[in-house]
């Protein structure tokens, strides 16, 4: 079977996320042109929303539920989002790559804010014919809130543990996991306890380093590793020489 790499780009690397869907064009090219040099592998790309989708679904309510007041958030969340989605794959497919946008509110369905159904074997379909699909962070209907938010975080959990994906790897705007400014290399649930993780620095309603770690152990519990590492070292996770971040694991240091 491919060996098939799940690559998460945070939303804080590529887009402004003080502003509103304020999108990073230039860092875009830069990503998809070290995507285009690795172009022999096997690649699911997920991405956050960042200020595009973060403060319209903080706006509208949207991990809340559903109400007669808030249902233009779902149009809202997910065209904001969207827009961030085609900037995404139009990046890549200048630079080469057969990039192609997966809507999760298309093909998911959530219980009480985790997926409860998502169709990915289409997505293992693509990865066969070298197309590199983009998912992003969404607005999913919840079958008992209405509606609720799919973090990319919670999406790349998902599609590694159902395309048996043993790299995984989340491109963010810090170099790793920090303790008093230094990076921690390893991560396990014994020694989650002892560090100071907070949420994002911004507009995020998915819990930010929090929420990504709550998500990435649970992903190590299944016996998946996954690593966070500085956008610019994307190139290093993806030829294996080494991300200088922090490495989430079920197993204890050596
Ligand atoms: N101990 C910590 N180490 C590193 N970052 C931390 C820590 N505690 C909180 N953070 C915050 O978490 C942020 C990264 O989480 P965030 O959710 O913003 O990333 P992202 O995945 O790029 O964004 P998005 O959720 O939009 O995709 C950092 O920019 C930092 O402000
Ligand atoms: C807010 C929306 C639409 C998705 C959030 O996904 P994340 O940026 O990966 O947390």
């Known amino acids: 079977m491919t060996e098939r790499v799940v690559l998460k780009l945070g939303g804080s690397v590529i887009t402004d996320k003080s502003g509103e869907c304020a999108i990073d064009h230039a860092r875009l090219r830069d990503i998809a042109e070290v995507l285009a040099a690795n172009r022999d592998t096997a690649l699911v790309l997920v991405h956050g929303a960042g200020s595009c989708g973060h403060p319209e679904a903080r706006r509208y309510r949207i991990n809340d539920g559903l109400t007669n007041d808030n249902v233009p958030g779902v149009y809202e969340t997910h065209?904001?989002?969207?827009?961030?989605?085609?900037?995404?794959?139009?990046a890549l497919r200048d630079a080469g790559v057969e990039a192609i946008g997966i809507h999760p509110l298309h093909l998911g369905l959530a219980e009480?804010?985790?997926?409860?159904?998502?169709?990915?074997?289409?997505?293992?379909?693509?990865?066969?014919?070298?197309?590199?699909?983009?998912?992003?962070g969404d607005v999913v209907?919840?079958?008992?809130?209405?509606?609720?938010?799919v973090s990319g975080d919670q999406l790349v959990t998902r599609l590694a543990a159902a395309l048996g994906s043993r790299r995984v790897g989340l491109a963010t705007d810090v170099a790793?996991?920090?303790?008093?400014?230094?990076v921690v290399p390893r991560i396990d649930r014994s020694t989650i306890e002892s560090l100071d993780v907070g949420g994002s620095g911004n507009t995020?309603?998915?819990?930010?380093?929090?929420?990504?770690?709550?998500?990435?152990?649970?992903l190590a519990d299944a016996g998946?590793?996954?690593?966070?590492?500085?956008?610019?070292?994307?190139?290093?996770?993806?030829?294996?020489?080494?991300h200088g971040g922090t490495t989430i694991t079920a197993r204890s240091k050596p």
């Open 224 to 242: 998946i590793d996954s690593h966070i590492f500085h956008v610019s070292k994307i190139g290093r996770f993806l030829d294996g020489t080494g």
């Open 176 to 182: 790793g996991v920090l303790q008093n400014g230094a």
């Open 79 to 90: 065209t904001a989002v969207s827009s961030l989605n085609t900037a995404v794959v139009d």
């Open 141 to 149: 209907m919840d079958r008992l809130r209405g509606s609720c938010i």
């Open 204 to 218: 995020d309603v998915t819990g930010g380093m929090r929420g990504k770690l709550a998500e990435l152990l649970a």
């Open 112 to 136: 009480d804010g985790r997926l409860a159904s998502f169709e990915t074997r289409h997505i293992a379909e693509m990865t066969e014919h070298g197309i590199v699909p983009v998912l992003h």
